[in-house]
């Protein structure tokens, strides 16, 4: 138990569906993330929310859509997919962006048929 | 930008030590972290080195040269439960923010 909870754990979606993947931190940290995991890849960084505000988003189609109504809660809102974003999507907290260290979530493994 | 460069893949016995490289590039940097991932699991943070030198806990070590823009994972004592995979990441910095970016992984196989 890493105090980041991620639901669903698994996904299976359409291409023309719309779901979204939850992230709930229980740290009390200030900056959240989202990664994305694919087989045979690094984790990639998709987006970056310190104190609510978005500060990174690393050229991340807009198929998907982050949302961060709290400090702790992180929304990635999902619409027409392709099955090559199958993947499994991590989020990650932090105290602060720069330094120390990120706590993960189990993850969301999600597939595009 | 930022890219790491670490091996895919280490086999060892246990009891055996391995070590895992990790080179960087980075247009700003602030730390080099090490994550370690059990499959179907969430990575964890093992150790960062903010600073040049050898940074110990327990079985494992991590190790930074700024200068050579490197370091390396140490595992001691190996034991199967440390069969994972191992990721370096980099704190780099921008105007737009703070971020961490990891390597590839490498993958740790410890045999009896």
């Known amino acids: ?113 | 930008g930022q890219s790491l460069e670490q091996p895919s893949e280490v086999t060892a016995v246990e009891g055996a030590i391995v070590q895992i490289n990790c080179t960087y590039q980075t247009s700003g940097f602030y730390g080099l972290s090490w994550y370690q991932q059990h499959d179907g699991g969430a990575p964890t943070f093992l150790s960062y080195n903010g600073l040049d030198g050898l940074e110990e806990t327990g079985r494992f070590s991590s190790f930074l040269s700024r200068s050579d823009s490197y370091g390396y994972l140490l595992l001691q004592e190996l034991q199967m439960k440390d069969s994972a995979s191992y990721f370096c990441a980099v704190w780099g910095f921008k105007a737009a923010g703070n971020k961490l970016t990891f390597g590839g992984g490498t993958r740790v196989l410890v045999k009896p």
């Open chain 1, 1 to 113: 138990e890493t105090g980041v909870t991620q639901t669903p754990r698994h996904l299976v979606m359409g291409m023309t569906n719309k779901k979204s993947l939850k992230c709930e931190q229980h740290l009390g940290h200030n900056a959240m993330y989202w990664y994305k995991q694919s087989a045979k890849k690094p984790l990639e960084l998709m987006f970056v929310y310190s104190l609510e505000e978005r500060v990174e988003n690393n050229s991340v189609p807009s198929r998907f859509s982050p949302e961060c109504p709290n400090s702790s809660h992180l929304f990635l809102h999902l619409h027409t997919l392709q099955p090559e974003d199958s993947a499994l999507y991590l989020c990650a907290s932090s105290q602060a962006t720069g330094t120390g260290e990120l706590f993960f979530g189990e993850g969301s493994r999600l597939t595009v048929l």
